[in-house]
């Protein structure tokens, strides 16, 4: 052992009390060492594991969502609930107008968009699209951008209950010539869409848009 070993152990050894030489060998100094720095290092080493399996356990909770979501379809049926596509020239004109807009603003491999009317002629204009959303919640807030952009401001934007599928939904309202208008949206790892409620209040707007969400929603 070379002399550097010794003198490293004494300079870090503050406080202890001088013993014999024939009590304290070199060995037994540079052994001294590593039993002091063990319990540090023991508990570095078990807050790191236990930083590493708490974002473990984070990981695999996103992790499984995004595999279970990601797959998701969307599609408009001729009919939900009460609610009746509007099959007419001009729903039809109007629904590839709202998809195509969504398209422009969100990264979507396939985008959908339907008028629907219930039997007061209250319409529903929906459009939505489906896609690997790693930020459904951030993708969602850019889609709420796009209604600004057309309409005015979506304010008052807040979380609602997303119902049995999950992620994330928001409902806010805009200003148009006819009055408040109602929006509400939702956003999964796999599928994004909102819903614009003329004539409806919130509390009659996000159940409706969970009902829409529960029969064109698939995975």
Not at 162 to 189: I, N, R
Request: aromatic share 6%.
């Amino acid at each position: 052992m070379s002399d550097s070993g010794p003198a490293e152990s004494h300079s870090i050894d503050i406080g202890t009390v001088d013993r014999p030489a024939s009590d304290t060998s070199p060995a037994a100094e540079g052994d001294a060492e590593p039993r002091r720095r063990l319990p540090v290092r023991r508990i570095a080493i078990g807050a790191v594991l236990a930083v590493g399996l708490a974002g473990a356990v984070a990981f695999g909770r996103t992790g499984w969502q995004i595999y279970t979501e990601k797959d998701a379809t969307l599609s408009t049926p001729a009919q939900i609930g009460e609610l009746r596509l509007d099959e007419t020239a001009s729903g039809r004109e109007t629904a590839e107008y709202l998809s195509t807009a969504l398209s422009a603003d969100v990264d979507l491999d396939k985008a959908v968009g339907a008028v629907y009317h219930d039997a007061a002629n209250k319409n529903v204009l929906f459009l939505g699209g489906t896609s690997l959303f790693w930020t459904p919640e951030n993708d969602l807030e850019t889609a709420f951008g796009l209604i600004s952009d057309a309409e005015g401001a979506v304010t008052g934007l807040h979380d609602v209950d997303a119902g049995p599928l999950g992620g994330t939904m928001k409902c806010g309202s805009t200003k148009t010539d006819e009055g408040e208008l109602t929006v509400c949206g939702w956003a999964d790892h796999g599928s994004l869409a909102m819903a614009m409620f003329p004539s409806r209040t919130e509390s009659e707007a996000a159940p409706l848009l969970r009902e829409i969400r529960s029969t064109v929603q698939k995975r």
